[in-house]
């Protein structure tokens, strides 16, 4: 009997040997598993910030194509307003009448600098050419609608606010930008 046993026992030994080795196998392979899981969750991860950070790029992509199909539409519809004007009879036969009076305005802001220009020879007190700047940047306003010499005078003016007399360097600098804002004028209209 001790021999059955001894076989019984050693039976059992080796079912439980066998059901522990099982299970050792089980575990690995759980392990492998979580493992390869971990790296590949890690790789979602880094893949996840990488489309994150190609996001802002997009939305400039797709801002910059807007912008684009809208300047295109822009420019379709301006080849199609012209296609449209060249071959009408009528705008061909019509004559399109001038108006003087924007030549006349620019002439009037020209003379007005000339007038700056001859006090500034002169005077030295600087709160009449500051007061004549003001309404030369008011009526060049009034003709252009706005033009890049505005915040020139505008600077120039705020420069001379506030001076007793006029330093004979800024006269000669005012005398100067008079020449280039009287020309910058001629170039408009």
Do not use: C
């Not at 220009?117 to 007061?131: A, F, K, R």
């Not at 915040?151 to 006269?171: C, H, V, W």
Request: charged letters at 30%; hydrophobic letters at 35%.
């Amino acid at each position: 009997m001790a021999n059955s046993d001894n076989d019984k026992l050693d039976k059992f030994a080796s079912i439980l040997e066998k059901f522990g080795l099982d299970i050792i196998t089980k575990m690995g392979q759980t392990n492998l598993k979580i493992n390869m899981l971990t790296d590949k969750i890690d790789e979602l991860s880094k893949a996840t910030l990488d489309i994150k950070s190609l996001a802002p790029q997009l939305n400039n992509v797709i801002e910059n194509q807007k912008i684009l199909e809208e300047e295109l539409d822009l420019i379709r519809s301006l080849i199609q307003r012209s296609d449209i004007s060249f071959h009408s009879k009528e705008v061909e036969n019509e004559e399109i009448e001038r108006d003087t009076s924007a030549t006349d305005k620019k002439q009037a802001i020209i003379d007005q600098f000339s007038i700056l220009e001859n006090y500034i020879e002169d005077n030295d007190d600087p709160q009449p050419i500051v007061e004549s700047l003001g309404a030369i940047k008011e009526d060049i306003f009034v003709f252009t609608g706005g033009h890049r010499i505005l915040y020139e005078i505008g600077q120039f003016a705020s420069k001379l606010n506030g001076l007793k007399t006029l330093p004979d360097e800024m006269r000669e600098n005012l005398k100067e930008k008079i020449t280039f804002w009287i020309n910058k004028l001629s170039v408009k209209g």
